[in-house]
């Protein structure tokens, strides 16, 4: 079946740091790809998708780009804010099972002034 | 702002007791979905309802049900609570066509405690 590997938490940063959240799945087919972040108290927000190999998908500065070949996903983002503090989620949908989005466990990031 | 709204936002119940969450879709959205996210981990699929029938499910027992009505919205039931149940449920709308799916958008959740 589908899966999702997220690199394991807590990741704290200083103001203005670079991030790089690693993602890789496992699915068959072609899925499309999502990053999602998810605020303290509050629901999953829709940060970015992909939904084909070489797609570049991005938003409020962070990006990541669909690789088929190493089945990878990976957030970035040039300057983190104090404001970036969440759980981020990178999720899949397709492969197989169209209808529901596999998700990973989960990075808790720390933005620290 | 997702447009999907969800009720009650935090509820606390007695194990054995049933619980009804409830959900309503972004205007326009044909299908709803629910995920079981427990603490610390990433959501998890329970099941999926297009055009008010169940069209995927997850693995979870059958004390989990679910319906979705005429309007799209929908309700989510679990019978025989039981503690590993406390948990954020999630409902999740989007607009479906026979060859393609859409972005799923997310309520903000209701928080479930079991005790």
Known sequence: GNSVTQMEGPVTLSEEAFLTINCTYTATGYPSLFWYVQY???????????TKADDKGSNKGFEATYRKETTSFHLEKGSVQVSDSAVYFCALRGGGSNYKLTFGKGTLLTVNP | ETGVTQSPTHLIKTRGQQVTLRCSSQSGHNTVSWYQQALGQGPQFIFQYYREEENGRGNFPPRFSGLQFPNYSSELNVNALELDDSALYLCASSLETEISGNTIYFGEGSWLTVV
């Open chain 1, 40 to 50: 303290p108290g509050e629901g999953l927000q829709l940060l970015l998708k992909a």
